[in-house]
């Protein structure tokens, strides 16, 4: 019955009426049922004191990227947020309002291994705290249960909306961060598609048992673990993106040095009906790439992934827009010589 009501978030009245019981007997079965599994089930998984889980689920990726030794582990530690019905009480809506989704929420702390493997389930915090204060709060609150991260794990969190233009080494190790940080949106995008309940508003009164069903469905979640990971086909990658990360980003030398920023680009409109179309790919000159250049290009699979979505963006009415870079003799970019830069074309 619980697993019915986490599954598809069907009120107890219609539950009843599929289980052929009453409304009340239903609500105390789920009681009974959220106990029962948060005293010998969420104990197994989540929020334990067993290590060797976290060295065991490190992905090759955030192995070769960090550099991460055996005894190690990789965490990435995310607020994902618990969407609440408006509170009738002055301080429980100031509380749990937030300016940044504009509804009023709770933020549970999350953090996973780089495989997806669920470790921690914190809180939850109020909506008007931050990633970064919760994470310190998390330490502070919960020193037993954070004790297992040792000296030289390595920690990723979100670096937050800040308005600033990274340098080049920066930039580069923000894409370390990336690639590895991806898993803990794709464990909170399985939560919400297999408990379908955490995708709707929770009740203000039930709170408490809704967080006990979120440790639950966590646990349910690494009970049944399959590892996510990426770049099975092309292990190399990490490779590649640590041979890269000290070269400077030349377009940059280019955009600055004659100030393209402030400069409208001339773009070439290209209409394509049909990708068959010869006159058209003579004009804009594209090279033909296979998946496997397009996959070291873009040093993953995530864009390419997206290619049909990305197509449909750029579709209209059975027309493909292509916009080509080509500026006439008079347009400021016509003078650069990109040799100048070591830049290939």
């Not at 889980?53 to 990726?61: A, G, I, Q, W």
């Not at 100031?94 to 702390?109: A, C, V």
């Not at 990274?166 to 803990?184: G, M």
């Not at 040093?299 to 963006?313: D, K, M, R």
């Amino acid at each position: 019955i619980l697993l019915c009501k986490l599954r598809t978030a069907l009120s107890n009245q219609q539950i009843s009426f599929l289980f052929g019981v009453c409304k009340a007997t239903i609500g105390n079965y789920i009681k009974i049922a959220i106990e029962d599994l948060i005293n010998h089930l969420v104990p197994k998984f989540i929020n334990n004191d067993n290590r060797t889980l976290l060295t065991n689920h490190v992905t090759p990726m955030s192995k070769a990227l960090f550099d991460i030794p055996k005894d190690k582990t990789c965490l990435i530690f995310d607020a994902t947020y618990r969407l609440v019905k408006k509170s009738k009480n002055y301080f429980g809506q100031n509380q749990l309002w937030s300016e940044q989704k504009k509804m009023p929420l709770i933020k549970p702390m999350v953090g996973c291994t780089s495989d997806g493997w669920v470790q921690f389930v914190l809180g939850p915090f109020d909506a008007t705290h931050n990633d970064a204060t919760i994470l310190k709060d998390c330490f502070q609150r919960y020193p037993s249960e954070m004790s297992l991260i040792h000296e030289n794990d390595v920690i990723s969190v979100d670096r937050g909306f800040r308005d600033v233009i990274l340098n080049t080494l920066d930039a580069n190790l923000s894409r370390f961060v990336t690639k590895c940080r991806w898993i803990v949106e794709q464990v909170f995008g399985r939560l919400k598609i297999k408990f379908k309940i955490f995708a709707i508003p929770a009740h203000n009164s039930t709170l408490i048992h809704d967080y006990q069903a979120l440790l639950i469905a966590f646990a349910l979640l690494n009970l049944f673990h399959e590892p996510i990971l990426s770049d099975r086909i092309n292990e190399d990658v990490a490779v590649l993106m640590k041979s890269r990360l000290h070269i400077p980003n030349q377009l940059q030398c280019v955009v600055e040095k004659f100030n393209l920023s402030k400069v409208r680009a001339a773009f070439l409109q290209i209409e394509y009906v049909t990708f068959d179309n010869v006159e058209n790919n003579q004009q804009l000159c594209f090279p033909h790439l296979t998946l496997d250049d397009l996959y070291s290009i873009s040093l993953g699979p995530y864009q390419v992934q997206n290619a049909i979505s990305y197509y449909a963006e750029q579709q209209n009415e059975g027309i493909f827009l292509v916009s080509k870079f080509q500026p006439d003799p008079k347009h400021k970019t016509a003078a650069i010589r990109y040799t100048d830069f070591n830049i290939t074309i």
